[in-house]
């Protein structure tokens, strides 16, 4: 963790070693896109190795055009992954697929 994105926080350098990767869940929606672009910008840190966006396969079409800017070239300076488990709705689970 990090001061600036924590005011007051005090980190411990002993806990530092035990970092290996630092990924940002990313749901292109207003917060995580401002968090991304925050730690692009080094406003907040550290940096994200990475970020994960868990498609549920329902997303309005605006969310997958936003979500293809931020991969775009010169946006992020981390990768942005998109994971899914395909149709969500289709499950059995899932209220939708009733």
Known sequence: MNA???PGFVPDPSL???IQL??????AGVQS????????????GPMPDCAIFADTGWEPKAVYEHLAWLRTPNV???????VSAGDFARRP?????R
Do not use: K, N, Q, Y
Request: aromatic share 6%; charged share 10%; hydrophobic share 60%.
């Open 22 to 27: 630092r990924v940002l869940s990313l749901g």
């Open 33 to 44: 896109t401002t968090l991304a672009l925050m730690a692009a910008h080094g406003e907040i």
């Open 16 to 18: 530092a070693a035990d």
């Open 4 to 6: 600036l994105a924590f």
């Open 93 to 97: 689970h899932c209220r939708l697929a």
């Open 76 to 82: 992020l300076p981390f990768p942005v992954h998109i």
